[in-house]
């Protein structure tokens, strides 16, 4: 989980309850300044959840490389922005934090460090790294689109239908016609999470009884990204889709937005990648769905103030100046970036 922010805002955050629910997953930590962290700083952090990136360039100095072997003596774990010397391990660098959309890094920088090694916005997982991140890259968002005609058309119906509040009858003539659809519904309604103690539920009607329509509706508009691919793997637009949903809630929420002006953030922030689900453009789909104006101009532009929300989200390390656009400040978007991650855990293991 990557993450920019000054050391009370990160104590603030991680210790606060959205950040302990979210179990072992480790932040990783831009460090532009190491001088700037004193090791007795690190005593109130939670050291085995956290890794600091520095900037290689910066290991040169040796006032920095002196100050990275303390940090990395009191339990931080340290990488390197960039190509590192044969004394990068020696000052408690382990591993790369490598930008790989232009070049890899040499396999002699790779070799003189322990590892683990982030590889950043790659296509795939480059030789000698063990972890991912970025953007999901365009020839894979598109390998993710629906290329049945029918199986898009009868989305899009259920979209709509979503989008009006149909009467549960109608959806579910539509879902019994998406077999697939119908038992990740049942599957996710069985769950530990949902039905711990319950009776199993074996139709859709069930299903609105335990959920509430108002979850429903929610759960269904995710499920649509809950197709495996034609190689068996989950599609991984599901947690991203995820994420973005539960953080426009959480920041329209945060803003002091009403239930329906919440419902409306997570329905656009769902509805965000629908363009690489379906493989077609976003003009066609809001044309073929009822869709409230505000939601069709921040889906479309990324105007009003539901786009420029999603325009935030979109982003992986947002300026002030984004952060004022929509009227919140750092912590307030930390937090709600830490709710996004707890909900789309949550989705990724029940779904």
Same mark, same amino acid.
């Given at each position: ?20 629910? +979210? ?12 001088l ?5 700083? #690190?005593?109130?952090l ?12 910066? +290991?040169?100095?040796?006032a920095?490389?002196?100050r ?7 339990? +931080? ?8 010397t044969? @004394? ?5 660098i ?17 070799? *003189? ?11 795939s ?16 968002e ?7 005609? *029918? @199986? $898009?058309?009868? #989305? =899009?119906?259920? +979209? ?14 539509? /879902?019994?016609?998406?077999?697939? =659809? @119908? ?15 319950s ?18 509706? $929610? ?7 809950? $197709? ?8 991984? /637009?599901l ?26 953030? !997570?329905l656009?922030?769902? !509805? ?12 066609e789909?809001?044309?073929? =769905? ?26 992986h390390e947002?300026?002030? @100046?984004? =952060? ?7 912590? *307030? ?14 989705v990724?293991?029940?779904?």
């Amino acid at each position: 989980m990557p993450c920019a922010a000054t050391l009370p805002v990160l104590q603030s955050l991680l210790g606060c309850p959205e950040s302990q629910e +979210l179990g072992s997953i480790d932040y990783y930590i831009p460090l532009a300044d190491p001088l700037a962290l004193e090791p007795a700083q #690190l005593d109130a952090l939670p050291l085995d959840r956290m890794v600091f990136t520095v900037p290689a360039a910066s +290991l040169a100095d040796g006032a920095v490389q002196k100050r990275c072997k303390e940090l990395a003596e009191r339990g +931080l774990r340290l990488m390197a922005d960039g190509e590192v010397t044969i @004394s990068a391990a020696q000052c408690g660098i382990r591993g790369l934090d490598f930008d790989c959309a232009q070049a890899l890094p040499s396999a002699l920088a790779m070799m *003189t460090l322990p590892g683990p090694h982030l590889a950043r916005n790659a296509a795939s997982m480059p030789p000698g790294f063990a972890l991912l991140r970025g953007e999901l890259p365009r020839a894979q968002e598109h390998d993710a689109g629906q290329g049945d005609g *029918t @199986s $898009r058309k009868r #989305l =899009l119906a259920l +979209l709509g239908l979503l989008a009006q509040d149909a009467d549960s009858r109608e959806l579910e003539t539509l /879902l019994k016609q998406d077999p697939a =659809l @119908s038992y990740q519904l049942l599957k996710l309604v069985n769950s530990a999470a949902f039905a711990p103690n319950s009776n199993p539920i074996h139709n859709f009607g069930q299903a609105i009884n335990m959920l509430g329509r108002r979850q429903l509706q $929610r759960w269904l508009q995710l499920l649509l990204y809950a $197709r495996q691919q034609d190689d068996g793997q989950a599609n991984a /637009l599901l947690p991203l889709a995820a994420l973005r949903a539960a953080q426009m809630e959480a920041l329209c929420k945060l803003n002091e937005g009403d239930r329906d002006e919440q419902d409306l953030a !997570f329905l656009v922030g769902v !509805f965000s990648l629908l363009d690489v689900l379906l493989a077609m453009p976003m003009t066609e789909i809001v044309s073929a =769905l009822n869709l409230d104006l505000d939601v069709v101009a921040a889906l479309l532009d990324r105007s009003g103030p539901l786009g420029e929300m999603l325009a935030l989200v979109e982003m992986h390390e947002p300026q002030s @100046s984004a =952060l004022n656009d929509v009227g919140i400040d750092n912590e *307030t978007y930390w937090r709600s970036l830490l709710q996004a991650y707890h909900w789309a855990l949550q989705v990724s293991r029940n779904v």
